[in-house]
């Protein structure tokens, strides 16, 4: 089809991202750099698809600008905008078309969110320009800025500043953040304290709902999670966010969706660019698109902890009959159109001492623990850490006697 590309070599998640994007002198320019590298020998793109875009002929597979951004990153002279794809899309148009025909064209919204200064992040920035031995005009322009746009002296400092500086010394951004506020650039509306940079079950639990059931928006502030006849978790996860990030003064309210769901709506730049930066969440249509969240090295009870939320969410706890017809056995199934996410699971499951099998077809992953005797030990041991037992309920409902649930 014109494109010849190996995810197994570029390391890209965005190979199926259905995404494609309109021109912008930004992703231009990041192509551009990426050229000057090689970029369609090294991630094997057809020089065409780059041509055309930047003759402003056609539109371009967002994959192929997200590895530009990646090849780029290997060059710390390169600003930090052509080196992030969703700062690069920042005020971009993609687009992209259902198999129903619905066509979506959405402008990408992903300005700077900001960082409060103190000692130790101006001690960072002068000791960036030490290294490269650069004014700080050079530095803002490093940083993505017009000539002047920037100074060191300033009050609060975008994070795209404080990324690009860790990279040049580097870093980890997200230790070196800990415990610092991050907030827009002219409202405190939704402000947020980036939590320590470690494993923290709770917020593996938020992720994992906002994997399977939420999304980001493209062109707007919102962190969305959809469930149906579900307001009980979605007022936990209310709470577990503004626990966990310190949430203060964002809109956070439930919904009525226009097809009965309910929905969990939480209006955050802040929150949302650390879940995208940090935590590698994907803005708008995900599928495809997930990165694995490596959940190794927990205890038990942590993996005991997590499993409800796979359970909950695109988890189904149905029934088979038996040989004989007789009885109806339980039977636990993970169903999702992400390999990544459905691994994960996987992952879970095995750490808990489970054999599940997994399935592919036709771009849909499958897990499944089909033994009712593992199922019921499953049920037993994560029950207590569900926030809603509907599903738990169905089944003994359906199940011959309860079996033993």
Same mark, same amino acid.
């Given at each position: 089809?014109?494109?010849?590309?190996?995810?197994?070599?570029?390391?890209?998640?965005?190979?199926?991202?259905?995404?494609?994007?309109?021109?912008?002198?930004?992703?231009?320019?990041?192509?551009?750099?990426?050229?000057?590298?090689?970029?369609?020998?090294?991630?094997?793109?057809?020089?065409?698809?780059?041509?055309?875009?930047?003759? *402003? *002929?056609?539109?371009?597979?967002?994959?192929?600008?997200?590895?530009?951004?990646?090849?780029?990153?290997?060059?710390?002279?390169?600003?930090?905008?052509?080196?992030?794809?969703?700062?690069?899309?920042?005020?971009?148009?993609?687009?992209?078309?259902?198999?129903?025909?619905?066509?979506?064209?959405?402008?990408?919204?992903?300005?700077?969110?900001?960082?409060?200064?103190?000692?130790?992040?101006?001690?960072?920035?002068?000791?960036?320009?030490?290294?490269? *031995?650069?004014?700080?005009?050079?530095?803002?322009?490093?940083?993505?800025?017009?000539?002047?746009?920037?100074?060191?002296?300033?009050?609060?400092?975008?994070?795209?500043?404080?990324?690009?500086?860790?990279?040049?010394?580097?870093?980890?951004?997200?230790?070196?953040?800990?415990?610092?506020?991050?907030?827009?650039?002219?409202?405190?509306?939704?402000?947020?304290?980036?939590?320590?940079? +470690?494993?923290?079950?709770?917020?593996?639990?938020?992720?994992?709902?906002?994997?399977?059931?939420?999304?980001?928006?493209?062109?707007?502030?919102?962190?969305?999670?959809?469930?149906?006849?579900?307001?009980?978790?979605?007022?936990?996860?209310?709470?577990?966010?503004?626990?966990?990030?310190?949430?203060?003064?964002?809109?956070?309210?439930?919904?009525?969706?226009?097809?009965?769901?309910?929905?969990?709506?939480?209006?955050?730049?802040?929150?949302?660019?650390?879940?995208?930066?940090?935590?590698?969440?994907?803005?708008?249509?995900?599928?495809?698109?997930?990165?694995?969240?490596?959940?190794?090295?927990?205890?038990?009870?942590?993996? +005991?902890?997590?499993?409800?939320?796979?359970?909950?969410?695109?988890?189904?706890?149905?029934?088979?009959?038996?040989?004989?017809?007789?009885?109806?056995?339980?039977?636990?199934?993970?169903?999702?159109?992400?390999?990544?996410?459905?691994?994960?699971?996987?992952?879970?499951?095995? +750490?808990?001492?489970?054999?599940?099998?997994?399935?592919?077809?036709?771009?849909?992953? +499958?897990?499944?623990?089909?033994?009712?005797?593992?199922?019921?030990?499953?049920?037993?041991?994560?029950?207590?850490?569900?926030?809603?037992?509907?599903?738990?309920?169905?089944?003994?409902?359906?199940?011959?006697?309860?079996?033993?649930?």
């Amino acid at each position: 089809m014109g494109i010849v590309q190996s995810e197994k070599n570029s390391g890209l998640e965005s190979t199926k991202s259905p995404y494609l994007v309109e021109y912008s002198s930004n992703v231009a320019t990041a192509l551009n750099f990426a050229i000057q590298k090689n970029l369609s020998t090294s991630c094997r793109i057809e020089q065409f698809l780059i041509q055309d875009y930047l003759k *402003k *002929k056609k539109p371009i597979p967002i994959w192929i600008v997200n590895a530009a951004c990646k090849l780029n990153n290997n060059d710390l002279k390169i600003p930090l905008t052509y080196q992030n794809l969703w700062f690069c899309l920042h005020n971009s148009i993609l687009t992209r078309q259902q198999p129903s025909g619905r066509r979506f064209r959405t402008k990408v919204s992903f300005a700077n969110c900001y960082i409060n200064s103190n000692q130790k992040i101006t001690f960072l920035l002068e000791e960036v320009r030490k290294k490269l *031995k650069i004014s700080q005009r050079r530095f803002s322009e490093l940083c993505g800025y017009k000539k002047g746009a920037f100074h060191i002296v300033n009050t609060k400092h975008p994070i795209a500043v404080i990324l690009k500086a860790c990279q040049i010394l580097k870093i980890e951004p997200w230790k070196f953040l800990e415990k610092c506020e991050l907030s827009g650039k002219t409202s405190s509306a939704g402000k947020i304290i980036i939590p320590e940079d +470690k494993k923290d079950i709770e917020i593996y639990t938020l992720l994992i709902w906002l994997r399977t059931e939420g999304h980001l928006e493209l062109g707007s502030t919102h962190i969305e999670i959809n469930q149906k006849n579900d307001t009980t978790s979605l007022d936990k996860l209310k709470e577990l966010f503004i626990k966990k990030f310190m949430l203060k003064n964002a809109p956070a309210k439930l919904h009525t969706g226009q097809r009965g769901e309910d929905r969990l709506i939480i209006s955050s730049a802040p929150l949302r660019q650390l879940l995208c930066l940090k935590y590698n969440l994907p803005i708008g249509y995900k599928n495809g698109s997930l990165q694995k969240m490596h959940l190794d090295g927990l205890s038990e009870l942590e993996y +005991k902890k997590i499993m409800p939320a796979f359970i909950q969410t695109e988890g189904c706890l149905s029934y088979h009959y038996s040989r004989n017809k007789k009885k109806k056995l339980p039977i636990f199934e993970f169903i999702v159109k992400d390999g990544n996410l459905a691994e994960d699971c996987l992952m879970c499951l095995n +750490k808990l001492g489970y054999e599940p099998k997994f399935y592919i077809k036709q771009n849909i992953f +499958k897990v499944g623990l089909y033994d009712s005797k593992k199922v019921i030990n499953l049920i037993k041991q994560t029950e207590d850490y569900f926030w809603n037992k509907k599903k738990i309920t169905y089944l003994k409902e359906k199940c011959t006697n309860g079996i033993g649930l």
